[in-house]
């Protein structure tokens, strides 16, 4: 099993920065708020998304966080993630891959999941509980035909199967979505 690569990514947003529309759909921006709704608590002192994409998502949850870092691996997306988020910070990678060095409390993984591969699945859970064993991880994962050898559901399932250093409850399902977050055990 194999997770999407990095030319299938880049060609998503050759003709235009916003491939999904996020910018202006009221579906996108209805989930953005759900997402943000579903974490635990009003502040925190630095968030890391993983697959920022155009930076959207972190337009809505930038401003709960001191500190904002997104990373993805396009650098279209990238640069209409610096527009939208001017104090976020920003960096390329594919992942598998380097995670970014910081002392995260929050990380985010909306609509990545599907993306990568069991192996890759098990290396995130890995590396965000070696890493940062003490943040909340929210994920978002759309419930429809993915075209990705992994779906949604069973996406999620893997990686919070295997990041066991956490508690994950469902806080809020749709027909389209899901978003599950992810507390420390013991930290409740």
Same mark, same amino acid.
């Given at each position: 099993?194999?997770?999407?690569?990095?030319?299938?990514? !880049?060609?998503?947003?050759?003709?235009?920065?916003?491939?999904?529309?996020?910018?202006?759909?009221?579906?996108? !921006?209805a989930?953005?708020?759900?997402?943000?709704?579903?974490?635990? %608590?009003?502040?925190? $002192?630095?968030?890391?998304?993983?697959?920022c994409?155009?930076? !959207?998502?972190?337009?809505?949850? #930038?401003?709960?966080?001191?500190?904002?870092?997104?990373?993805?691996?396009?650098?279209?997306?990238?640069?209409?993630?610096?527009?939208?988020?001017?104090?976020?910070?920003?960096?390329?990678?594919?992942?598998p891959?380097?995670?970014?060095?910081?002392?995260?409390?929050?990380?985010?993984?909306?609509?990545?999941?599907?993306?990568?591969?069991?192996?890759?699945?098990?290396?995130?859970?890995?590396d965000? #509980?070696?890493?940062?064993?003490?943040?909340?991880?929210?994920?978002?994962?759309?419930?429809?035909?993915?075209?990705?050898?992994? $779906?949604?559901?069973?996406?999620?399932a893997?990686?919070?199967?295997?990041l066991?250093?956490?508690?994950? $409850?469902?806080? %809020? !399902?749709?027909?389209?979505?899901?978003?599950?977050?992810?507390?420390?055990?013991?930290? #409740?």
């Open positions: 099993m194999m997770g999407v690569g990095l030319d299938h990514l !880049q060609g998503l947003y050759a003709n235009s920065h916003d491939p999904w529309g996020f910018e202006h759909s009221a579906y996108e !921006q989930k953005f708020k759900a997402t943000r709704a579903a974490l635990s %608590r009003h502040r925190y $002192q630095s968030a890391f998304e993983l697959g994409g155009n930076g !959207q998502l972190a337009r809505h949850m #930038a401003e709960i966080a001191f500190r904002y870092t997104g990373m993805d691996a396009v650098g279209k997306a990238l640069d209409a993630a610096r527009v939208a988020v001017p104090t976020g910070r920003f960096v390329r990678g594919f992942y891959c380097d995670l970014p060095d910081d002392r995260f409390d929050l990380v985010i993984l909306s609509e990545i999941l599907y993306f990568l591969d069991e192996a890759s699945l098990r290396h995130l859970a890995s965000i #509980a070696g890493k940062w064993p003490l943040a909340e991880v929210i994920c978002v994962t759309w419930l429809g035909r993915s075209g990705h050898d992994l $779906q949604g559901a069973d996406a999620v893997l990686f919070t199967g295997a066991d250093t956490h508690g994950f $409850q469902c806080c %809020r !399902q749709t027909e389209s979505y899901r978003i599950d977050r992810g507390l420390p055990k013991g930290s #409740a």
